[in-house]
């Protein structure tokens, strides 16, 4: 099933931080070809300590045969071997963040794993690089494609290209 997941750094080199997070995503066993890899974006910190670092954000996309909360715990995994802390405080500046989109069209709601997750059609720094991949896509629960929620997205602040190729 289609799968995608948002990356995102503002400590230490944070695009080699993002290259870092896809290469070990595109390692794990249950992901499939195509991957897709949106642009990078450099975006202002969202409810981060004051004088936080801008972030640099992006999402890929990638075909994945397993279980989403297995998923989540590889990505958990993953993050940690980049230097972020399993019970790390919320909202901070961080290393890398690797966030859950969505697993096809599965829902699950529980205390380790919300599907679709429940606050990316409000992301400017999330739907602006899914665009990139699939801008007609209709994300879980919503009405309208990618392309159509990103205007109404003011919730993230600035968010600006600085590259495609990464």
């Known amino acids: 099933m289609r799968t995608a997941v948002a990356l995102g750094s503002n400590l230490g080199d944070r695009l080699e931080n993002l290259r ?3 290469r070990q995503i595109i390692e794990l066993a249950d992901v499939r070809p195509p991957v897709f890899s949106a642009g990078i974006y450099e975006t202002e910190p969202v409810d981060c300590e004051p004088g936080a670092s801008n972030f640099l954000n992006t999402v890929i996309e990638f075909d994945f045969e397993g279980d989403p909360v ?3 715990e590889q990505l958990a995994r993953i993050e940690e071997s980049l230097g972020r802390k399993r019970n790390h405080p919320k909202n ?11 697993c096809g069209d599965q829902q699950i709601e529980n205390e380790r794993l919300q599907l679709p997750h429940p606050r990316m059609h ?3 720094f999330v739907l602006q690089p899914l ?13 309208k494609t ?7 997205s003011d919730e ?6 600085l590259m495609n190729d990464w």
């Open 156 to 161: 993230s602040g600035e968010v600006v290209r």
């Open 146 to 152: 990618v392309r159509e929620l990103l205007p109404k």
């Open 122 to 124: 409000l992301r400017k």
């Open 70 to 72: 297995q998923l989540l």
């Open 131 to 143: 665009a990139d991949i699939w801008g007609d896509l209709i994300l879980p629960n919503q009405r």
């Open 92 to 102: 901070i500046s961080r290393r890398i963040d690797i966030d859950l989109l969505y």
């Open 20 to 22: 870092a997070a896809r």
